[in-house]
């Protein structure tokens, strides 16, 4: 494996996802600004047999993580929703999202781009019909109102201002909650691309269930974003993986991950927590096993786009692998090359990963000030935007707060007034964060 084969895998598939991420991350910031919170508690706090639907339903397009959507769920659960809504929100959304939608079509075709939603829609529906019927309490366990849906729509400001809102948050916080996410699974896809064999998971071709319980045992514990998953399941089939193996890879990373499931396990119970991973592996396994029965994934040439996950393989024609041997030898020079148009999109995607890095690494090292009538605690467990509007939310729920500022990057929430900090302590963890007290 060379350096220039991994730079040159690297920016290939960056030139490829680039202007499907941007315009994923814009309408991300367009629904975070421009939706009112009201629609979503319209639908979803209902404890009817359509709210878990219109969980599902509403949660797909929203750019929510695997911990950011914990605080949401909560929050909606706090707002009355049924505890089968609650399940059907907290597993759907994480999966996919508008920007991952438009970032698998991208990179993986038209065939996955739809299947990842459906597929998050109907586990969604069947974990929020059996939680339901089978783990629903009769009150809600949860004091604190966690709503991180944070945006102005109420407060009606000018347009300006709203754009403004859109670009700040597409482009700034949502960088900043997945950026560096993104960047180690577009590096891994590289990786992949130019140092597993070609052949490495052709040896579990007879055994497509291996394959997937191997991928759920990987990915169930891990943290990736619904994003960063796309260019790691690509890589993944052109090595030989079952289209089946790499949806399960796209289901499962990003809806749970060890964190989460311990953070559901406290807040909603553990028959709650059982139903909800097990929706999780079931489903997985079940839609893997029918994307392997369609015809449109029999193909591996057409699930990918080739030249872009696999440009070091266009090298000697013995060294290519079976599935891009005639795209190889039918790509003409000019087709290899990235549009200018795809050359500036991933100019400025990287430039915003780099500015999120950035920000990220100042907020975490440099000292919060403690301004008189202030104290700062050390607050865990916080990864994105989302997360620190659910810390911001829970701190002003506490009888003598005034202001609160959390830091992710920080681990902090800086808080004016005369905090009871016992009900502080209480309302942060019962928004499914660790409260570790005052910091000297």
């Not at 003598?400 to 007034?417: E, F, M, P």
Request: a positive charge.
């Amino acid at each position: 494996m060379g350096l220039n084969e991994f730079f040159s895998s690297f920016l290939i598939i960056v030139n490829e996802m680039s202007p499907f991420l941007l315009l994923g991350f814009l309408i991300a910031g367009v629904l975070h600004v421009f939706v009112p919170k009201s629609f979503y508690r319209k639908y979803l706090s209902k404890d009817n047999k359509f709210s878990v639907l219109w969980a599902a339903l509403l949660g797909i397009p929203l750019p929510l993580c695997s911990c950011g959507v914990i605080p949401t769920a909560i929050g909606l659960k706090n707002e009355k929703a049924s505890d089968g809504a609650v399940a059907s929100f907290l597993i759907a959304t994480p999966q996919t999202g508008i920007d991952s939608i438009l970032a698998t079509f991208s990179l993986m075709g038209l065939g996955f781009a739809v299947l990842r939603p459906v597929a998050a829609l109907v586990t969604g529906i069947c974990g929020g019909i059996l939680i339901n019927r089978y783990a629903a309490r009769k009150t809600a366990d949860i004091t604190c109102a966690a709503e991180t849906n944070v945006n102005t729509a109420n407060d009606k400001p000018d347009i300006m201002k709203r754009i403004k809102n859109v670009l700040h948050y597409a482009f700034v916080e949502m960088f900043q909650s997945i950026g560096l996410r993104l960047l180690v699974g577009l590096l891994l896809a590289a990786l992949i691309n130019v140092a597993v064999p070609d052949d490495f998971f052709l040896k579990f071709g007879s055994q497509p269930l291996l394959q997937m319980l191997v991928i759920l045992i990987i990915a169930i514990p891990m943290y990736i974003c619904s994003t960063g998953s796309i260019p790691i399941a690509a890589a993944l089939i052109i090595k030989g993986l079952s289209p089946g193996a790499a949806l399960v890879m796209l289901m499962a990373g990003p809806a749970v991950n060890l964190a989460s499931i311990l953070v559901v396990k406290k807040s909603l119970g553990g028959k709650f927590t059982l139903i909800y991973l097990s929706t999780i592996i079931i489903g997985s396994i079940l839609f893997g096993f029918l994307t392997n029965a369609l015809p449109l994934f029999n193909n591996t040439e057409s699930l990918v786009n080739v030249h872009s996950t696999v440009a070091s393989c266009c090298a000697p024609a013995e060294n290519c692998c079976n599935a891009v041997q005639s795209c190889c030898n039918t790509e003409t020079a000019a087709d290899t090359h990235a549009s200018l148009f795809n050359i500036i999109c991933s100019v400025i995607l990287v430039i915003l990963i780099i500015n999120a890095i950035v920000m990220n690494l100042f907020s975490k090292f440099k000292k919060p000030q403690i301004s008189e009538g202030s104290a700062v605690y050390t607050v865990e467990g916080m990864n994105c935007s989302h997360c620190k509007a659910a810390v911001e939310k829970a701190a002003m729920n506490t009888h003598g707060v005034q202001t609160a500022t959390a830091d992710v990057a920080a681990k902090s929430l800086t808080v004016t007034g005369n905090p009871d900090e016992k009900q502080l302590k209480n309302n942060i963890e019962q928004a499914g964060f660790c409260f570790k007290g005052k910091r000297n």
